[in-house]
């Protein structure tokens, strides 16, 4: 008898939506059911794009359907806690984008009303799920680097959209630390875990939202990260972990599937292979399929404590560097 296949709604049709429906296309036993859009023609294109079989004009029609199992919230980030919290209280299991919510208030409402539920609940922190970031931790945990010293991480990007789009409106969340500079946190948090102590400096832009920020992490003993985000400045995107005996050496892209070296201090390269598959968005998918047959609530990989942790850092920062969203209170 065929596995039972999972029914995907997705809500918010937009550009992740896209890329994460290309990801779930490859993962076994899931299906692109159904699309809610706050416009009936959004929805009937995306649906038309990824085959699915139902599109709604409205988030309200498609978490109504009784045939969805889970659903992809893909909105911005200001209406996440509200988007999650509508998907739970019709019963489905929810996959939501990063940032998980706009404040640790906000994400320990999602959990409790997850618990309250039963259902299944995770942040779509896609890159925790990748074979070079999982790699990466593997080498540094063996010991193979020694004791890693300094982490760098970039996430610099010229964007060319208006201000008005969720990048710079602060209306909608806007800023590079929500937007990008979680994944550097992140990555931080995830390889060296909770620093000792930190610094910020935003450098905030006419929409009062950080359009560039500098972190400093302080660890154990003399370790630091050095992390920087922007929309208004085009780095590489790279990051690398220098340990007493090597570094790892992240491509550009570093969030993305991508390789990683190692170099030794006297120059010799170590390549590290990796096999990939999809774009990347697959692999988050599919922890989501494989937790809800389990009967879980919560991954093991991306569990509520990781995005508690990541929010709490990301709420703490903002306190440092004055990044405030009225509505979204600290
Ligand atoms: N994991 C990743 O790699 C990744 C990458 C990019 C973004 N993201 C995250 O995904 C979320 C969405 O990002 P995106 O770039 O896909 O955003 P987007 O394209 O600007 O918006 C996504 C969709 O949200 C819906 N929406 C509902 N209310 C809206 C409002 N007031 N203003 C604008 N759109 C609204 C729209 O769909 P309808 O009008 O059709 O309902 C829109 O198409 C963000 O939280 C972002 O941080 C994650």
């Known amino acids: 008898m065929a596995a039972r296949k999972i029914k995907w709604g997705i809500l918010g049709p937009g550009w992740i939506a896209r890329k994460f429906c290309a990801g779930l296309k490859v993962v076994d036993d899931a299906e692109i059911f159904a699309v809610g859009s706050r416009n009936i023609d959004n929805a009937k294109k995306f649906a038309g794009e990824f085959n699915a079989k139902k599109a709604y004009g409205s988030y309200e029609e498609l978490v109504k359907d009784p045939d969805v199992d889970v659903i992809y919230v893909a909105t911005p980030h200001i209406l996440h806690f509200e988007h999650t919290l509508l998907c739970l209280d019709n019963g489905k299991h929810v996959l939501c984008e990063k940032p998980f919510a706009m404040n640790g208030k906000e994400v320990r409402g999602m959990i409790a009303k997850a618990k309250e539920k039963n259902l299944f609940l995770m942040e779509a922190m896609w890159s925790k799920f990748l074979p070079n970031v999982i790699k990466a931790k593997g080498i540094i945990d063996s010991g193979e680097i020694g004791k890693v010293k300094l982490l ?7 964007s060319d959209y208006p201000l008005e789009h969720r990048q710079f409106n602060k209306d909608l969340g806007g800023g590079s630390l929500l937007d990008i500079g979680i994944y550097n946190v992140f990555l931080s948090l995830f390889l060296l875990g909770k620093p000792e102590s930190f610094k910020a400096i935003a450098g905030m832009g006419v929409t009062d939202v950080d359009f560039s920020i ?6 154990k003993d003399e370790a630091l990260s050095v992390l920087f985000s922007s929309f208004i ?5 790279v990051a690398e972990v220098h340990g007493e005996t090597g570094k790892i050496v992240f491509e550009h892209l570093w969030f993305c599937p991508g390789n990683i070296k190692i170099v030794r201090p006297n120059g010799e390269v170590i390549p590290v292979p990796l096999q990939f598959k999809g774009n990347g968005y697959n692999y988050e998918a599919e922890e989501v399929v494989k937790c809800i047959k389990e009967g879980k609530t919560q991954s093991e990989i991306m569990s509520w404590g990781n995005s508690l942790e990541l929010i709490d850092m990301l709420d703490s920062i903002r306190k440092e560097a004055g990044i405030i969203y009225p509505k979204h209170d600290l």
């Open 152 to 158: 760098t991480a970039y996430f610099s990007v010229k």
């Open 214 to 219: 500098g972190i400093l992490f302080k660890y």
């Open 233 to 237: 400045a085009a780095s590489d995107v």
